[in-house]
């Protein structure tokens, strides 16, 4: 099971801010004992260079140093803290602190006056200490005088326990700050990502409440920290889409109950009949059956042609077809019922090769003239239309619809649609045009619906010319 994303946020933010404040608390630390070491460093060379400006050379060439420790602080006290000790070039000892007499020396390390060598050390019974070691030239006794001025070395030490115990307690503070810190980190964190994160978690509790049966909640937008505002806008977008649907597969299943009710219980009639009086049956009472039959099989293969398109099973074999002759082809079977209704269809079809599925060509321009023949007023013209457009070809199919109202023209290739006018046939089935959308779209078509100022319905394909 993946961690939450709160768990995933606390845990990063936690080491995030750890790593930054451990970070910041080390630096802290050795910047402040740094400065720690600095200014006990310059109290070091200052003695260093007290001792070594009160160094001279004679003109004999001996070397001299005119100081004693009672001088100096911290060279005669009762526990000397101070050290000193002077060498010639060649490493012989020149002179030493009278506070070295229990000592074996000092180290002999040295560096210029500019750049002198600190180091840290140990002195007799193990006591810490840090030294600052210098290399320089004594004044001449007599500035007249000719002697050359030999290189000596110096090394000036002072006991440290003061300044070790100043770096310990300051480690040691750094230490529990930085305990607290942590500790603070620790509390704060998980506890601001439960209050940033509430709203997150009231919605997933809103969402999680909503089922079949509540799909019209609608989410406030106003108010939301801004990232929520687009997941809630897109909730309630897709909560919308999803009662549109269950709305019409209600619909649906209410037409398809309505629809398969009268002929179930005409047949049901016509069993009844035939049982209760076997010798007085009708003689059409087969052909009705078979009739009723039809009628019933044709609604269920329109319903599973409509659900293999809307799953993407109705996959279109594309070949060119010369548009005018398949119209033709089409329209024949529905001439008769048209010259019956005293109907007639005028033609005005550029020539024209389209690309199409022979198959589902035929059955949409098929569905299209059946609805045409079936809903036109007697004695009225069908219009099939034709022209190449810039995008490919325009095929139009119109006839008058009297009973048809602008609002309705929306609902027109919604399946088991039909206007009020229309339902009491009870021959259609409110599928065809249905049909003629998916049709379309499975062969890359588009389909569309305009009700003309004179009454008139004109449904239009949009094809794709054949490749030359």
């Given at each position: ?15 995030a801010l750890?790593a930054?404040?451990?970070?910041g608390?080390?630096?802290?630390y ?9 200014s006990?460093d310059d109290?070091?060379?200052a ?6 400006t ?12 005119a ?20 060498w ?26 500019d ?11 193990g006591?810490p ?7 320089f ?10 002697v ?14 003061h300044l070790?115990?100043?770096l ?10 930085a305990?607290?810190l ?5 509390l ?19 969402v ?37 649907s ?7 299943s ?18 009844e ?27 269920v ?21 010369e548009?005018?002759a398949?119209?033709?082809r ?33 059955s ?19 219009r099939v239309?034709g ?16 009973g ?6 929306a ?5 088991f ?10 021959v259609?089935m ?5 049909l ?33």
């Amino acid at each position: 099971m993946s961690p939450s994303i709160r768990r995933r946020l606390t845990v990063s933010l936690l080491l995030a801010l750890f790593a930054v404040f451990a970070a910041g608390l080390v630096a802290l630390y050795f910047a402040v004992r740094d400065e720690f070491i600095d200014s006990f460093d310059d109290a070091l060379i200052a003695k260093a260079r007290a001792i070594s400006t009160l160094t001279t050379v004679d003109n004999d060439g001996r070397v001299r140093l005119a100081f004693s420790d009672r001088f100096m602080h911290g060279f005669d006290d009762d526990e000397a803290r101070d050290f000193y000790q002077l060498w010639d070039s060649d490493g012989q000892t020149l002179a030493r602190s009278e506070s070295l007499e229990n000592e074996s020396g000092l180290p002999l390390k040295s560096g210029s006056l500019d750049d002198p060598e600190y180091f840290f050390l140990h002195l007799a019974r193990g006591k810490p200490a840090r030294a600052v070691g210098i290399e320089f030239q004594p004044r001449r006794a007599d500035k007249r005088s000719k002697v050359d001025t030999p290189t000596l070395r110096l090394v000036v030490a002072s006991r440290s326990e003061h300044l070790d115990s100043e770096l310990r307690e300051l480690l040691a503070g750094t230490a529990g700050w930085a305990a607290g810190l942590l500790l603070a980190i620790g509390l704060l964190v998980p506890w601001l990502l439960y209050r940033g994160l509430k709203p997150l978690d009231r919605l997933a509790t809103d969402v999680s409440r909503v089922d079949a049966t509540t799909l019209n909640t609608r989410f406030a937008t106003s108010g939301l920290p801004r990232e929520l505002a687009p997941i809630t806008t897109t909730l309630n977008a897709l909560f919308t889409r999803l009662e549109e649907s269950f709305e019409r597969e209600r619909r649906v299943s209410a037409a398809m109950a309505h629809e398969l009710r009268t002929p179930i219980a005409e047949l049901r009639a016509l069993a009844e009949t035939a049982l209760k009086w076997p010798d007085a049956r009708p003689p059409g009472t087969d052909e009705d059956a078979l009739s009723i039959a039809t009628q019933m099989e044709a609604l269920v293969t329109r319903l599973l042609a409509l659900a293999r398109s809307e799953s993407g099973q109705l996959a279109a074999a594309m070949e060119p077809v010369e548009l005018s002759a398949a119209v033709q082809r089409a329209w024949q079977p529905f001439a008769a019922g048209a010259a019956a209704r005293n109907m007639r269809c005028e033609f005005g079809l550029a020539a024209a090769t389209v690309s199409a599925d022979p198959a589902l060509l035929q059955s949409t321009l098929a569905n299209l003239f059946d609805n045409a023949v079936q809903y036109g007023p007697a004695g009225t013209a069908i219009r099939v239309t034709g022209a190449a457009t810039g995008s490919g070809y325009a095929l139009t199919v119109g006839n008058e619809a009297p009973g048809l109202t602008a609002a309705d023209v929306a609902h027109l290739f919604e399946r088991f649609w039909r206007g009020e006018a229309a339902r009491s046939g009870g021959v259609h089935m409110g599928l065809g045009l249905a049909l003629v959308r998916e049709f379309a779209h499975a062969m890359g078509w588009e389909v569309s619906a305009r009700l003309e100022p004179s009454q008139t319905l004109v449904i239009t394909l949009h094809a794709p010319l054949a490749a030359p």
